[in-house]
């Protein structure tokens, strides 16, 4: 079987598909085994093939793949670009170099994992780690692992440097897995319900203050029930819901859209009839652990706030702000949770899990969700508190690279005992006004 090399000099585009192989358009024989990339730039896509070793070049790397198979990568690699969906490997994935960006969603890790030093910013999203051994260098990092099964016996050790280790969705741990950081500034973001075992000390992850300290030790039990053990980590963080339940059709200019279709560049339509382009998506799926309703979604039924507010059942998250007048006739946002009191507005208690999505647009905003006005996602600290902190360092990075103004909130927001106090007024004082009547009163504080 032939291997492809790149040149010497130059940049590179090397495309195999079902184990045809180009270079720079040229065909380069089938089929092809390892690939050695050269000393220019490379552009790799990898589609359908069975593909030998990946070894390094001397230029930055953008490597795409899917549905294949890679026996390996090797080599000094720095400012790579991995994106792989449905790939599996079976011998080292050896980066070794600095600065790694890396989505990896399906797939098998099958043999070790080594990643190098530098800048490490690292998406596992549905894939089966049968390998043991997983490691970083040097460096700062964000690792986020979601819905990631990992083997029995994992060992992840953490390299030295600021070093982020993200746990979402349904993620598990076999027995006997560990994650040990060591020196510099290491912290652990797990979801809520999760357990740290400190010293004989149990904290639960969205009830109780987490720990923060020195090269602590201890175990961690996951919502699912797998446990896993942690060393020389300083301090714990936990994840939260952030907006609008996966169904809800958002108001576009094209028309409703289910939140979950939004992309990022689409624009939605806000209160002031403004086309808002959407420059943020979260997306968090959470379990909740029996007997923990935190973050469980609020139901508005059709007509809670209103005649058509919303026009069909809507569910948010707790803290999420919806549009209500307040005693005096004036516009405010009040969090869904203070209106529980408001008849056709419930919490799920009987929801075991949900996944939830927040818009972070141009400016904060009101949109219409289900026919309801509710707010778009505003930065505030504590809706930045209940995103992981790789997203809360994107969120912050963005906004300030693209100068967005985000100084004030679209309206005044109530506390959740204000929006109670609120919720038992006379129903049609406190109902949202008119949007057209609404215009100006935005237009005036935003």
Request: charged share 15%.
């Amino acid at each position: 079987m032939p291997d492809l090399y790149g040149t010497t000099f130059g940049n590179d585009t090397i495309d195999v598909s079902n184990n045809l192989g180009t270079l720079n358009g040229a065909p380069q024989g089938s089929p092809i085994d390892d690939i050695n990339l050269g000393g220019g730039n490379s552009t790799v896509t990898i589609t359908n093939s069975m593909i030998g070793v990946i070894d390094r070049g001397l230029g930055t790397m953008d490597i795409t793949a899917s549905d294949s198979t890679i026996s390996g990568l090797t080599g000094q690699m720095s400012d790579v670009t991995l994106n792989l969906t449905n790939v599996d490997t079976i011998g080292t994935f050896d980066f070794g170099g600095t600065d790694l960006q890396l989505t990896w969603s399906g797939g098998t890790i099958g043999g070790p994992v080594v990643w190098g030093s530098g800048t490490l910013d690292v998406h596992l999203s549905g894939v089966d780690v049968t390998s043991t051994s997983m490691s970083t260098g040097f460096g700062d990092s964000i690792i986020t692992l979601e819905d990631v099964s990992f083997a029995s016996g994992t060992t992840f050790n953490i390299g030295g440097g600021t070093n982020v280790i993200e746990i979402t969705g349904s993620t598990e741990f076999g027995s006997g897995s560990s994650i040990n950081a060591s020196i510099g500034s290491d912290t652990l973001s797990l979801p809520d319900g999760s357990v740290i075992s400190i010293g004989g000390t149990d904290y639960t992850v969205g009830v109780d203050s987490l720990p923060s300290g020195w090269n602590l030790d201890g175990t961690v039990t996951l919502p699912g029930g797998s446990t896993f053990s942690f060393s020389d980590f300083d301090s714990f963080a936990g994840t939260g819901p952030v907006c609008f339940a996966q169904g809800t059709r958002i108001a576009t200019p094209r028309g409703e859209v289910a939140v979950e279709a939004l992309r990022l560049g689409d624009k939605v339509r806000d209160a002031r009839g403004d086309a808002v382009e959407i420059c943020w998506i979260g997306r968090q799926r959470m379990d909740f652990a029996p007997g923990n309703a935190r973050h469980q979604p609020i139901e508005f039924k059709i007509g809670a706030l209103g005649p058509d507010q919303p026009k069909r059942a809507l569910r948010v998250s707790p803290q999420h702000r919806m549009l209500m007048r307040d005693a005096t006739g004036a516009a405010v946002l009040a969090p869904a949770k203070g209106l529980l009191g408001l008849p056709g507005v419930r919490s799920c208690h009987g929801v075991r899990s949900a996944t939830y999505f927040s818009l972070l647009l141009e400016r904060h905003s009101l949109v219409r969700a289900n026919g309801a006005w509710v707010e778009s996602f505003y930065p505030g600290v504590s809706a930045m508190s209940f995103l992981g902190l790789s997203q809360a360092r994107k969120v912050q990075s963005l906004i300030h690279d693209r100068g967005l103004d985000y100084r004030r909130p679209v309206l005044p927001c109530l506390t959740v005992s204000k929006a109670r106090r609120l919720a038992e007024l006379p129903l049609e004082p406190r109902l949202p006004l008119d949007v057209s009547a609404r215009q100006t009163q935005l237009r005036a504080h935003g």
